[in-house]
């Protein structure tokens, strides 16, 4: 499996995965800072959109990788290693049938890291909600 067309989603998915997981731990430290050492209180509008920002990220992140790694991993003919015991032939129309998913759940992660920026900003500015 080369960089080339669908090897290309394999190894973006597999890459991106790990950086996924520094993402959350640095999102954990950044909301215990907000609250621990800035002293800012998180509630009413800034809560509910904190807890979007958490969820959306842990759902829209995972799911855009696994679709890209699966993506990768299917149209490649490497997953018919798995199921037939031999690899297949490639299927690149088998990417155009996640494409859609994948941008959905990555909007869902971007819209999340937005909201964040728009939490931290009226925080650190002294905003009440």
């Known amino acids: 499996m080369t960089f080339e067309g669908l090897g290309k989603w394999f190894f973006l998915g597999i890459i991106f995965y790990p950086v996924l997981i520094v993402a959350i731990a ?71 049938t996640l494409i859609t998913p994948i941008a959905f759940s990555v909007g869902i992660k971007y819209r999340c890291y937005l909201w964040r920026f728009s939490i931290y900003t009226d925080l650190y500015k002294g905003k009440k909600h």
Not at 65 to 91: P, R
């Open 26 to 96: 640095v999102t954990a430290i950044f909301y215990m800072h907000l609250e621990v050492n800035l002293k800012r209180k998180i509630s009413g509008m800034l809560s509910v959109l904190a807890w979007i920002h958490l969820v959306g990220m842990n759902i829209g992140g995972p799911l855009a990788t696994m679709l890209m790694i699966f993506a990768g991993l299917s149209g490649s003919g490497v997953m018919s290693v798995f199921t037939e015991g031999k690899i297949g032939s490639q299927n690149v129309e088998m990417l155009d």
